[in-house]
């Protein structure tokens, strides 16, 4: 398995509250995405990142931002959280992007109230 | 608007016999595909993937289909064992892009 984890696993929040969401990794793959998981959806990419500093948005990244100043660490953060956001948020890395095979962490369930 | 299509939400196997989940996608720019497995409270587990320069891919008990002109794949299971009972995701993607688009899963359930 893939050396990925994510914190924190289960988080309460309020409508309005700022959250952010850590993926860490132990591969040392260059590559590190976030997705959200909703019934009816599938997985959507919200951001991703290509190398420190360097990120770019997906499918669905209104209302979030990003960041990595590490290789090893990708921060997911909803500045105002929002009812819309409730959802499975799962990280995923791969070594060279381009459509390669990604491998994804345990997730983290976020509802916000 | 969905670019990659699961149609069953669910499918009820009996142990030992084949399980077959399908796929359908949009996109002719897709040109690699991939089946995940996700139980509940975990991640996605990569299963077996296949490139649009073959038309099948066979991993042990897994085989995978494609289908280009008919943009189908399919994701062959033989036997199912009640361990496969999970959500599985097929998910397609653009060379040179970073994206994968993901189906919205079928759920297996495989019966002792």
């Known amino acids: ?113 | 608007d969905q670019q990659v299509k699961q149609n069953s939400p669910s499918l009820s196997v009996q142990e030992g016999r084949i399980s077959i989940l399908n796929c359908d996608y949009t996109n002719s720019m897709f040109d690699y595909f991939l089946w995940y497995k996700k139980y509940p409270a975990e991640g996605p587990t990569f299963l077996i993937s296949i490139s649009s320069i073959k038309d099948k891919n066979e991993d042990g008990r897994f085989t995978v289909f494609l289908n280009k002109s008919a943009k189908h794949l399919s994701l062959h299971i033989v036997p199912s064992q009640p361990g496969d009972s999970a959500v599985y995701f097929c998910a397609a993607s653009v060379s040179g892009a970073n994206n994968l688009f993901f189906g919205t899963g079928t759920r297996l359930t495989v019966i002792p």
């Open chain 1, 1 to 113: 398995d893939a050396g990925i984890t994510q914190s924190p696993r289960h988080k309460v929040t309020e409508t309005g509250t700022p959250v952010t969401l850590r993926c860490h990794q132990t591969e040392n793959h260059r590559y590190m995405y976030w997705y959200r998981q909703d019934p009816g959806h599938g997985l959507r990419l919200i951001h991703y990142s290509y190398g420190v500093k360097d990120t770019d948005k997906g499918e669905v990244s209104d209302g979030y931002s990003v960041s990595r100043s590490k290789t090893e660490d990708f921060l997911l953060t909803l500045e105002s959280a929002t009812s819309s956001q409730t959802s499975v948020y799962f990280c995923a890395i791969s070594g060279s992007g381009r459509g390669e095979t990604q491998y994804f962490g345990p997730g983290t369930r976020l509802l916000v109230l």
